[in-house]
C-alpha cells in the first residue's frame, strides 16, 4: 500500500496511526502542501483526490480518500487488532468521538480554510491564531466531557484498546500543542494522550519521525 501523506496533516496522521496499530508495512508518498504552491493541487495528485485532500491511500483494489473512511477500510479489510468495537451501541460512541474532531474541529482549522481567511479576508496571523484555538478549545471540552462522564472510557477513548477514536485525538492534541492552547482542564484527554504516547504506533506516526519532517 502507498500512502500520501503530509507529515503535519491531521488526517494523514491518524491513518498512520491506524496502519501502525494494524502492523500493515506501507510506503509513505509524501505530498507537501506548502511547496510548489502546494503539491496536492496538482493535476497528478487530482487524480488519486479530486479534492485535492490529504490523505489517500492506493491499494491494489483502489485509491481510498477520506481519513474515517480509509481506517474504517483497514478494519474492515484487516480484521485482527479492531480500531472500532464489537457491538453497535459502542461503535456509535467511538465514532462520535472520531467524527467530533474530524468533522467539527478539524475541517474548520484546516489549512485551505485559514488559508482563505487571511487571504480573502484580511485577518492577521494572530486572528488567525485566535480562530484557530477557540474551536480547538470548544471542541477537546467537549470531547473531554464524551470521555471523562462516560465509564466506557478506559486506558484509551473507549476501554483498554487503542482504536479510531485515538487515531483521532492524538493529532489534534498535536495541533492543540502547536497553537498553544490550554489543556490543564482536560486531565482525560492527558492521561489518553500519555498512554497513546508509549505505544510504538502511535511514536513512528509522529510527524517528526516521518520521512518529509522540516
Not at 54 to 69: H, K, N, R
Not at 89 to 104: E, K, L, N, W, Y
Not at 185 to 190: A, E, K, V
Not at 196 to 202: D, H, P, Q, V
Given at each position: 500500500?502507498?500512502?500520501?501523506?503530509?507529515?503535519?496533516?491531521?488526517?494523514?496522521?491518524?491513518v498512520r496511526?491506524?496502519?501502525?496499530?494494524?502492523?500493515?508495512?506501507?510506503?509513505?508518498?509524501?505530498?507537501h502542501l506548502?511547496r510548489?504552491?502546494?503539491?496536492?493541487?496538482?493535476?497528478?495528485?487530482?487524480?488519486?483526490?479530486?479534492?485535492?485532500?490529504?490523505?489517500a491511500?492506493?491499494?491494489?483494489t483502489?485509491?481510498?480518500?477520506?481519513?474515517?473512511?480509509i481506517m474504517?477500510?483497514?478494519?474492515?479489510?484487516?480484521?485482527?487488532?479492531?480500531?472500532?468495537?464489537?457491538?453497535?451501541?459502542?461503535r456509535a460512541?467511538?465514532?462520535?468521538?472520531?467524527q467530533?474532531i474530524?468533522c467539527?474541529?478539524h475541517?474548520?482549522?484546516?489549512?485551505?480554510?485559514?488559508?482563505y481567511?487571511?487571504?480573502?479576508?484580511?485577518?492577521?496571523?494572530?486572528?488567525?491564531?485566535?480562530w484557530?484555538?477557540h474551536w480547538?478549545?470548544?471542541?477537546?471540552a467537549?470531547?473531554?466531557k464524551l470521555?471523562a462522564?462516560?465509564?466506557?472510557?478506559?486506558v484509551?477513548?473507549?476501554?483498554d484498546i487503542?482504536?479510531?477514536?485515538?487515531c483521532?485525538?492524538i493529532?489534534q492534541?498535536?495541533?492543540?500543542?502547536r497553537?498553544?492552547?490550554?489543556?490543564?482542564?482536560?486531565?482525560?484527554?492527558?492521561?489518553?494522550?500519555a498512554?497513546?504516547?508509549s505505544?510504538?504506533?502511535?511514536?513512528?506516526?509522529?510527524?517528526?519521525?516521518?520521512?518529509?519532517?522540516?
Amino acid at each position: 500500500m502507498k500512502l500520501y501523506t503530509y507529515f503535519r496533516s491531521s488526517a494523514a496522521y491518524r491513518v498512520r496511526i491506524a496502519l501502525n496499530l494494524k502492523g500493515l508495512a506501507y510506503q509513505a508518498i509524501p505530498v507537501h502542501l506548502l511547496r510548489d504552491g502546494g503539491q496536492q493541487k496538482q493535476a497528478g495528485y487530482r487524480q488519486l483526490s479530486p479534492l485535492g485532500l490529504i490523505p489517500a491511500l492506493q491499494t491494489e483494489t483502489g485509491v481510498f480518500t477520506q481519513s474515517l473512511s480509509i481506517m474504517e477500510w483497514l478494519d474492515e479489510s484487516y480484521p485482527d487488532q479492531p480500531l472500532l468495537p464489537a457491538d453497535t451501541d459502542s461503535r456509535a460512541r467511538v465514532r462520535a468521538i472520531a467524527q467530533t474532531i474530524a468533522c467539527d474541529i478539524h475541517p474548520i482549522n484546516n489549512l485551505r480554510v485559514l488559508n482563505y481567511l487571511t487571504s480573502n479576508f484580511g485577518i492577521s496571523e494572530e486572528q488567525k491564531s485566535d480562530w484557530y484555538r477557540h474551536w480547538i478549545n470548544e471542541g477537546l471540552a467537549a470531547i473531554e466531557k464524551l470521555l471523562a462522564d462516560d465509564p466506557r472510557t478506559g486506558v484509551f477513548c473507549h476501554g483498554d484498546i487503542p482504536g479510531i477514536a485515538d487515531c483521532c485525538l492524538i493529532p489534534q492534541v498535536f495541533n492543540a500543542h502547536r497553537f498553544n492552547c490550554p489543556m490543564e482542564n482536560l486531565p482525560t484527554i492527558r492521561r489518553i494522550v500519555a498512554a497513546c504516547g508509549s505505544l510504538e504506533a502511535f511514536q513512528h506516526a509522529a510527524p517528526d519521525r516521518q520521512p518529509d519532517f522540516e
